[in-house]
């Protein structure tokens, strides 16, 4: 018969009464729940609750244990005392709301707690927390709860006292990642070390968005992840806030950015069917054409392995021989030519184009073309998919994430992507087959394994489970070989280079061969459980670095052609962010809880080394090249910038006697300033997207919080600078665009000349600043709501649309 439990937490009571009649139990009453915190519970000692450290835990050595389970704050009184507020201002007291009033409802395995859709002061005088509109990180943070303890990834105390297997007599002890365990544990001086060969059963951070049967779900490989890393965020944006009230002014604006100021036209702007004629007369002249053509083989298609580059290139030929004739033209190549000349649109300059077309370029004229052929696309109805059709499915794809479109969508269209590859066989190597020619074999396997990458890129972002793993195929990798190398008419499949020899093919060649240890990294962290062994994630880095470090060196020194010099350099840079991001997604998890359980100290050193090598690349191609810098840019880029911006975050605010910033002076100086030359990174690809404002308005505020950590004497500086650095956003976004139809009769708004509010009010910036002149008259209030009535700042940082962030690939 089970043991009819004690409450935890609380002394031992008396035996259960029996009944004097029936010699059963008498049916007890549903226990509440405990609210002793998790350390006076494990040793079922008496617990006075305070929060957030009670009393018996601030006299033992490690109060940093004392945590509580998820409810906590729940059932306590209407109010409690939030510390986060504690060190920049009066104790703030904030009142808790229902739970059916959360906007985010995470899964009990969620690192993220439900979230109050609104937070009122208990006394007069005291500053507002949360107004109605505010929505700042409200599906990210979570509750209260969140923002002053976040729950860990592995309970730690669970794991400090886990029997090792190899020294013990019984089966492995799986680590739950959870809230109840009630065993007894022996004195802290009696502790057991961790061992790698314990077995884990962790959950991943989710986050989880909606109510009832409309909901979205998004891994822990979205950056919005790391950022619940920071829970003085909200805080510190409030502060920026009541400082900068004249943001309410701007707030229209500041909303139009947020959402694209291509909200109107031409996304939303309906066109018929696309024909032939149509696309051709869309297509620029043939020197603004061939610019962009050599564009797009230089950086795009030297990574992503779709065409074959001499056919291609003979078929456009053809085309301007035929173009005065639509009936003789295919469509599916002029579609294939728009998409093409759509990828390489931000990489050309856009005065240089408009030189050498005969008509004038919209600033969304590739927006257009991507519209255009999805279109036609969608029409042509493919009964069956082929080569050609996944070519154009695999170039619709990377042009949404160049431009910033259907972001949400890219996990979905990628794995449609492989579905159809499968369908067609393309999973399987095409040696069974005798009918099928030298020349397509290798284009299959070069378009499959584009396809995989893709998939598996879309996937680490949004923290999915790929859609195949290595066991799924068996599709040889593509040689290493030249385009010119293999034709049509080949009847011998040309031999392979040496991956030391660099080609049309190495950045494939070399990448595939890390391919199978990625997909299963992918599908390993982003499972519902973390089920393994330390040792084994340690043995994935050691196998990922093996990869890093077999990365060949190709000289570039004596390449006189700057186009190749570029790509050779843009290659390699790829491979290191490719392998590095899978490191980044093994081991973030496991760095967080570092500071608390030193068996994951390998993950902390391991993660610091991968995002400073990411953002170091980031900044030396940003100083050789704008096309380099755009073309390296990708989701490892954000979570390599998330990455330095909690590790410095971390060392300020832990409390730990080893930190960071205490053990290499100097070093917090130098990852600040690699950190802000990849925000200006940043800013220089996002004002070419369709959407993005959003990101680069959190990155400000992230890097403006750690800052101010690190030199609290600055602190007003830094706060102004994050209000600078979005308004200027804005107004160079605006800029660009001023004489364009589609920013709507509201044109530039506030962003007109001379007509923002002045805001050097404190001292001088070391930021550049932007400095409007302040002689002219205040801008007429269009029917706004006066300055201080609402949040504009908050609010234009709503993460509702931030999720399945995709970037250029």
């Not at 002053?148 to 029997?163: G, K, S």
């Not at 893709?454 to 972002?461: I, M």
């Not at 810098?629 to 832990?654: K, P, V």
Request: with cysteine; charged share 20%; proline share 8%.
């Amino acid at each position: 018969m089970a043991d009819i439990q004690q409450p935890l937490g609380a002394p031992d009571s008396d035996p259960p009464q029996l009944d004097s009649q029936h010699q059963q139990p008498r049916v007890r009453k549903r226990r509440r729940r405990t609210m002793a915190c998790m350390q006076c519970r494990s040793r079922k000692l008496r617990c006075d609750r305070e929060y957030p450290i009670c009393s018996r835990c601030q006299k033992s050595k490690t109060p940093s244990r004392c945590t509580y389970e998820d409810g906590f704050l729940w059932q306590q009184p209407n109010t409690v005392a939030s510390p986060v507020f504690s060190d920049r201002g009066p104790t703030t007291t904030v009142q808790m709301p229902p739970a059916d009033r959360a906007t985010a409802h995470p899964t009990p395995d969620s690192g993220i707690s439900s979230v109050p859709s609104r937070c009122q002061p208990s006394a007069p005088g005291a500053r507002p927390v949360e107004e109605k509109r505010d929505k700042f990180l409200e599906t990210v943070l979570g509750a209260p709860k969140a923002a002053v303890n976040q729950e860990p990834y592995v309970t730690a105390e669970i794991l400090r006292h886990a029997p090792d297997p190899h020294h013990h007599h019984h089966h492995h002890l799986l680590l739950h990642h959870s809230s109840t365990h009630h065993s007894s544990y022996p004195a802290e001086d009696d502790d057991i070390p961790a061992s790698p060969t314990q077995q884990l059963d962790v959950a991943p951070r989710i986050m989880m968005r909606g109510k009832e049967t409309k909901t979205r779900f998004n891994g822990s490989g979205i950056f919005a992840n790391l950022i619940a890393q920071f829970p003085d965020l909200r805080a510190f944006a409030e502060e920026i806030r009541q400082a900068s009230p004249h943001l309410s002014a701007l707030r229209p604006d500041l909303i139009r950015v947020r959402k694209g100021v291509w909200k109107k036209k031409p996304l939303n702007m309906p066109f018929p069917v696309p024909t032939t004629a149509s696309l051709i007369t869309m297509l620029p002249s043939r020197s603004a054409v061939d610019e962009l053509v050599i564009l797009y083989c230089t950086y795009i298609e030297s990574t992503h392995r779709i065409l074959h580059v001499p056919s291609f290139l003979r078929e456009l030929e053809e085309f301007w021989a035929q173009r005065e004739s639509p009936d003789m033209i295919s469509p599916v190549f002029v579609v294939q030519l728009l998409l093409v000349l759509a990828c390489a649109w931000n990489l050309a300059d856009f005065h240089t184009l408009q030189m050498k077309n005969d008509g004038n370029l919209q600033c969304y004229t590739a927006v257009e073309w991507v519209l255009h052929a999805e279109k036609w696309m969608q029409n042509h109805h493919i009964k069956r998919p082929e080569l050609t059709s996944l070519r154009l499915d695999t170039l619709l794809i990377i042009a949404f994430n160049i431009h910033g479109m259907k972001r949400s969508q890219a996990w979905l269209a990628t794995g449609t992507l492989v579905k159809q590859a499968m369908m067609a066989g393309f999973h399987r190597d095409p040696t069974r087959y005798t009918r099928i020619s030298v020349f397509n074999m290798e284009m299959r396997r070069r378009i499959w394994t584009t396809i995989l990458e893709l998939d598996l890129q879309v996937s680490l972002e949004r923290g999915m489970p790929p859609s195949v793993l290595e066991e799924d195929y068996d599709t040889l990798p593509a040689r290493n070989i030249n385009d010119s190398d293999i034709q049509e008419d080949s009847t011998e499949c040309p031999e392979a280079q040496p991956l030391s020899v660099m080609t049309d093919s190495s950045f494939q060649a070399v990448l595939v061969q890390s391919l199978p240890l990625r997909l299963k990294a992918c599908a390993l962290m982003h499972s519902p459980r973390i089920n393994c062994r330390y040792e084994e994630i340690l043995r994935i880095d050691h196998d990922l670095n093996h990869h890093l470090s077999k990365i060949p060196v190709w000289p570039v020194s004596d390449v006189d052609d700057f186009q190749t010099a570029h790509r050779i350099i843009l290659i390699r840079a790829l491979l290191e962010n490719k392998i590095g991001h899978s490191l980044l997604s093994i081991h973030t998890p496991f760095a967080i809880e570092a500071p608390k359980e030193s068996l994951f100290a390998p993950s902390a050193r391991a993660r610091l080394e991968v995002a400073s090598m990411i953002l170091s690349t980031q900044r030396r191609l940003r100083e050789m090249s704008q096309q380099l810098s755009l073309c390296n840019m990708g989701d490892w880029t954000m979570q390599a910038y998330c990455t330095i911006c909690q590790l410095l975050h971390e060392g300020q605010t832990s409390g730990s006697p080893i930190s960071l910033t205490r053990t290499l002076p100097g070093l917090p100086e130098s990852l600040i300033a690699l950190v802000e030359v990849v925000l200006t990174c940043l800013e220089s690809r996002l004002l070419l997207v369709v959407k993005g404002a959003k990101e680069y308005f959190f990155m400000s505020t992230i890097v403006a919080l750690v800052k101010v950590g690190l030199w609290p004497s600055q602190a007003h500086i830094y706060k102004q600078e994050v209000v600078e650095r979005v308004i200027l956003f804005a107004q160079t976004l605006f800029t660009r665009h001023a004489n364009c139809a589609h920013l709507g009769d509201w044109g530039m708004g506030n962003f007109k000349t001379n007509q923002v509010p002045s805001l050097n009010t404190g001292p001088v910036l070391v930021a550049p600043p932007f400095v409007p002149d302040v002689s002219m008259p205040q801008a007429p209030n269009f029917g706004m709501m006066p300055p201080g009535e609402l949040d504009p700042f908050l609010d234009a940082f709503d993460w509702g649309d931030l999720t399945g962030i995709t970037f250029q690939q």
